[in-house]
């Protein structure tokens, strides 16, 4: 099921400060105490910045130890970008977050560890920026099938272009029926 953010405990979206002026703008993304304000205590591991083609799907991703959480920017082009909230014991373990980001509103938008994280490109050449709270750690990193018909994720009626690994992901369904999604609980995802 389709959810409005503030449903989701733990998500956050806000908008990067803006600071034009005749020769152009500054952008500052993010400041800590800005991001304390928001909920979002962490400091970032990683940087990871992705380039993508119009109709390229990145995802549905996340990882579980080291956990990780992500402030995501579409720095140029545009992104649809969905969130799935994998926590057993959550309100709305299954049900997701969709939201364009574009490099033209600014917006940010925290997703917190215990949710499965993607995107479609709507753009060629679109660039996206995520700021990581672990650094990668592929031993203990998953994902859910972008396509999985129980999410019920409306994507954009574009050419998928979809990797192999992507593509092979588990459903909601399996995933939930292994061991490994224990790790995600809503007491210790948030």
């Known amino acids: 099921?389709?959810?409005?953010?503030?449903?989701?405990?733990g998500v956050r979206v806000f908008a990067a400060m803006q600071f034009p002026d005749e020769r152009g703008a500054v952008l500052r993304s993010y400041t800590l105490s800005g991001l304390a304000a928001e909920g979002i205590g962490t400091e970032f591991r990683q940087a990871i910045q992705s380039r993508s083609r119009r109709g390229v799907v990145r995802g549905l991703h996340f990882q579980w130890s080291p956990m990780q959480g992500k402030l995501v920017r579409c720095v140029t082009g545009a992104i649809l970008d969905i969130?799935?909230?994998?926590?057993?014991?959550?309100?709305t373990l299954g049900d997701h977050v969709a939201l364009e980001l574009s490099g033209a509103t600014n917006k940010i938008l925290w997703v917190p560890p215990g949710f499965a994280h993607g995107f479609m490109a709507l753009a060629d050449d679109t660039i996206v920026i995520y700021e990581c709270s672990a650094e990668w750690a592929p031993e203990s990193e998953?994902?859910?099938?972008?396509?999985?018909?129980?999410?019920?994720?409306?994507?954009?009626?574009?050419h998928a272009i979809v990797s192999p690994k992507d593509s092979k992901m588990p459903t909601l369904a399996q995933w939930l029926a292994d061991p490994r999604s224990a790790h995600f609980r809503l007491a210790t995802a948030i």
């Open 1 to 9: 099921m389709r959810r409005l953010i503030s449903e989701l405990i």
């Open 83 to 91: 969130l799935v909230d994998v926590r057993l014991g959550s309100p």
């Open 142 to 158: 998953g994902g859910i099938l972008w396509s999985d018909p129980a999410l019920g994720i409306e994507w954009p009626t574009l």
